[in-house]
């Protein structure tokens, strides 16, 4: 049996050698299989991680999207008082807007970044692009061409950070307008006036108390 054996490895080994192919021994190809074995069961625990990876990815999205409608419901409540608030007859109004309160949101990322080296312009940029931080999360691609050479130090912060960032409301912004220019930019009579028409105007209120120091006294 053992000649039989070693002549028909004879005759495969002169065939291969035709073939200009490298003749390898039992031993080397039961080495090679255990090899290959290997090597498919690690693709398959590779395939199965990155399908969990893609999973948890999805999660997070719809999770996103659910605490993004939950701001957003939160955001139409407060337009509906507002709207009660501001009566068509007076010259003075509260304006809100939808998660626009960007220094609110530089100031965050700029203390998760401390010790991160990338320049507050580089921030600023991604302030400016994105509503939220879901948002620059889901937007990797166009953050990575935003940054260049600094999305890699970004990224690392981003992901040590992913919880803070992710779940970090941007405040809207609530601007008074008097005669339709923000009420910052009259003068402090003008102030005073519109915001005594404003307390005026409310017909909740039945008595108005108002209180004059005695230094603003003239």
């Known amino acids: ?15 291969l050698k035709q073939a200009s192919a490298q003749a390898i021994s039992p031993q080397e ?7 290959l074995d290997q090597a498919e069961q690690m693709l398959g625990v590779l395939a199965k991680s ?19 409608d939950l701001w957003l419901e939160e955001y139409r409540a ?6 009660k608030i501001n009566r068509v007859d007076s010259p003075l109004k509260i304006v809100p807007q939808f998660k626009a309160n960007k220094a ?23 302030v400016n692009e994105f509503s939220d931080f879901g948002a620059t999360w889901r937007e990797k691609s166009l953050l990575q061409s935003l940054l260049g050479s600094s ?4 990224w690392q912060y981003f ?8 779940t970090w409301q941007v405040p809207n912004n609530f601007t008074i307008e008097y005669r339709g220019k923000a009420l910052a930019h009259h003068s402090l009579g003008q102030r005073a006036s519109a915001l005594m028409l ?4 409310q017909r909740e209120n039945d008595i108005v108390i108002i209180d004059q120091p005695e230094d603003d006294t003239g």
């Open 151 to 154: 999305f890699d130090t970004f």
């Open 29 to 35: 190809f039961k080495q090679l299989k255990s090899v």
């Open 159 to 166: 992901e040590d950070n992913l919880e803070a960032l992710l």
């Open 198 to 201: 404003f307390v005026l105007s």
């Open 78 to 83: 407060i337009e509906q008082v507002l709207i």
């Open 104 to 126: 609110a949101m530089l100031k965050h990322i700029q203390d998760l970044y401390r010790g991160s080296r990338i320049r507050e312009a580089m921030l600023q940029t991604v």
């Open 50 to 68: 990155e399908q969990q990876y893609a999973d948890l990815n999805q999660g997070l999205e719809r999770e996103l999207a659910q605490l993004n």
């Open 1 to 15: 049996m053992k000649e039989e054996f070693a002549d028909i490895e004879r005759k495969l080994a002169g065939e």
